[in-house]
């Protein structure tokens, strides 16, 4: 499979980074969740398709969590 493209949701403003990080402090892995624990694709939902792949890429392990880090804020 293919790297999928950086997640970004342009209505809420979050990143990829931001996804990836609250999957893995809170260890949510369903699209729901992840909108909840994130924010992301909480508007007009056109970014759902790249969220889906992003959750696919960290179920089958191209893409991986690592160790969670201190929050700055
Ligand atoms: S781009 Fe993500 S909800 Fe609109």
Redesign the pocket.
């Known amino acids: 499979m293919s790297t999928p493209t950086i997640y970004h949701?342009?209505?809420?403003g979050v990143t990829q980074k931001r996804v990836l990080r609250a999957m893995a402090e809170q260890g949510v892995r369903e699209l729901d969740d992840v909108r909840r624990a994130s924010g992301?694709?909480?508007?007009?939902?056109?970014?759902r398709c790249e969220l889906e792949a992003l959750l696919a890429a960290v179920a089958e392990g191209s893409i991986t969590l690592g160790p969670v880090k201190p929050s700055s804020s």
């Open positions: 949701c342009y209505c809420t992301a694709c909480t508007a007009c939902q056109s970014c």
